[in-house]
């Protein structure tokens, strides 16, 4: 079965520290990648995606997120955290059938001043 | 803004009771696809449609149906609403389905639904 891991629940950094927030996944054939995140009472906003190339992805607002076919893992990272990237994140695989995404439960990131 | 709309905003019905939700996808964008993110679930996929036609099916109640109209937009029916069925419903489109598309989805702000 298809599935996408997130870790940790919670993701606690000071500002200015560099953030990572975990994923792993477990798809068939080649994974497409993708990290969303979601401020209070809004909607998924779409940070950035792999489809192939580069292991190292670089996104919206300064993030990035390092693929590593070996360890299964799509890390998100960040070289020094804002207070207003406190936030849910999420990470997400497409399925085989490349007609949905697949989730993870989510990472709380909270940024410290 | 992603550019995917949804009514409305917030919605609160009684048990037993039907509800429409409605959505409209980003300029352009052919699919269109339903997820329902509650606590204990998480946000899981319901189903997608593509230039008017169901093309996959998720973890959809049989009390739960889809459409896409002519102009693309979508409607999610819900019916005999249960207390669980209270979760946030976002709508998402994308310009293709998986394999022909830039494969990102985008979503809309969400419908909240509460059953009481």
């Known amino acids: ?13 000071a500002e200015g520290n560099p953030l990572t927030v975990k994923c792993t996944y ?24 792999y489809i192939t190339g580069d292991n190292l992805v670089k ?12 360890q299964t893992s799509f890390h998100l990272k960040k070289p020094s955290a804002l207070v207003s990237d406190s936030a849910l994140y ?13 989730f993870g439960k989510g990472t709380t990131l909270s940024v410290s001043s | 803004d992603s550019g995917v709309t949804q009514t409305p905003k917030h919605l609160i019905t009684a ?3 039907r509800v429409t939700l409605r959505c409209s996808p980003r300029s352009g964008d052919l699919s269109v696809y339903w997820y329902q993110q509650s606590l204990d679930q998480g946000l899981q996929f319901l189903i997608q449609y593509y230039n008017g036609e169901e093309r996959a099916k998720g973890n959809i109640l049989e009390r739960f149906s ?11 029916n819900l019916s ?21 598309g ?11 639904l509460t059953v009481t």
Do not use: M
């Open chain 1, 1 to 13: 079965a298809q599935s996408v891991a997130q870790p940790e629940d919670q993701v606690n950094v």
């Open chain 1, 26 to 49: 477990s798809v068939s054939g080649n994974p497409y990648l993708f990290w969303y995140v979601q401020y209070p009472n809004r909607g998924l906003q779409f940070l950035l995606k």
């Open chain 1, 59 to 70: 996104g919206s607002y300064g993030f990035e997120a390092e693929f590593n076919k070996s």
């Open chain 1, 90 to 102: 999420f990470c997400a695989a497409l399925n085989q059938a490349g007609t949905a995404l697949i």
């Open chain 2, 15 to 17: 048990t037993g009771q």
């Open chain 2, 66 to 76: 889809a459409q896409q109209f002519p102009d693309l937009h979508s409607e999610l």
């Open chain 2, 80 to 100: 005999s609403l249960e207390l669980g069925d209270s979760a946030l419903y976002f709508c998402a489109s994308s310009e293709g389905l998986g394999a022909g």
């Open chain 2, 102 to 112: 830039t494969y990102e989805q985008y979503f809309g702000p969400g419908t909240r």
